[in-house]
T-cell receptor
Framework: EADIYQTPRYLVIGTGKKITLECSQTMGHDKMYWYQQDPGMELHLIHYSYGVNSTEKGDLSSESTVSRIRTEHFPLTLESARPSHTSQYLC?????????????FGPGTRLTVL | TQLLEQSPQFLSIQEGENLTVYCNSSSVFSSLQWYRQEPGEGPVLLVTVVTGGEVKKLKRLTFQFGDARKDSSLHITAAQPGDTGLYLCAGEKTGANNLFFGTGTRLTVIP
């Protein structure tokens, strides 16, 4: 069983609020990812990190930002949430090997912006 | 345009039936993975295939990587309600840092 956690699991907020989605893993993985998932369908990579102080933008442009101050922690922040940000956000981690190394996913945060 | 197209997008079948879902691309991948995602959870890796023509079996699930490494299929024999979920393929391209995920197939197995 993967040891990767996301909080909150569900979040409903109003437009303009600042939010932070938390992601933590206890597997000592160097690589971490944030994906945005359309309702029940494909995943789009929005951010990834190779390790502490490393952050990169993914394939899908996102207004969110991330930080990696500790190996185990990879939070995602939206400075001013909008209804277009409503989605499921999935965090994942893997070893620093090939891209095909197993990614372990958290349960996700379902965000609704009113 | 999506790099990996999965078909069908939705599939609803009766318990005990067999089914096949497909993952297709015009690009070559060095490896391909299949994940299953249950409602309210994150995806979980089922298998990784790395050699063209490779076939892997996982109980009632059979995975095949195309000879040209551009496509893959997942066949489920005697489907059970526990097989219900979203099936995602994901490909690794040589030199790329990350996986490319497919469009997904949502499977519902009716008891």
């Amino acid at each position: 069983e993967a040891d990767i956690y996301q909080t909150p699991r569900y979040l409903v907020i109003g437009t303009g609020k600042k939010i932070t989605l938390e992601c933590s893993q206890t597997m000592g993985h160097d690589k971490m990812y944030w994906y945005q998932q359309d309702p029940g369908m494909e995943l789009h990579l929005i951010h990834y990190s190779y390790g502490v102080n490393s952050t990169e933008k993914g394939d899908l442009s996102s207004e969110s930002t991330v930080s990696r101050i500790r190996t185990e922690h990879f939070p995602l922040t939206l400075e001013s949430a909008r209804p277009s940000h409503t989605s499921q956000y999935l965090c994942a981690s893997s070893g620093l090997g090939r891209a095909s190394d197993t990614q372990y996913f958290g349960p996700g945060t379902r965000l609704t912006v009113l | 345009t999506q790099l990996l197209e999965q078909s069908p997008q939705f599939l609803s079948i009766q318990e005990g039936e067999n089914l096949t879902v497909y993952c297709n691309s015009s690009s070559v991948f060095s490896s391909l993975q299949w994940y299953r995602q249950e409602p309210g959870e994150g995806p979980v890796l089922l298998v990784t295939v790395v050699t063209g023509g490779e076939v892997k079996k996982l109980k009632r699930l059979t995975f095949q990587f195309g000879d040209a490494r551009k496509d893959s299929s997942l066949h489920i024999t005697a489907a059970q309600p526990g097989d219900t979920g979203l099936y995602l393929c994901a490909g690794e391209k040589t030199g790329a840092n990350n996986l490319f995920f497919g469009t997904g197939t949502r499977l519902t197995v009716i008891p």
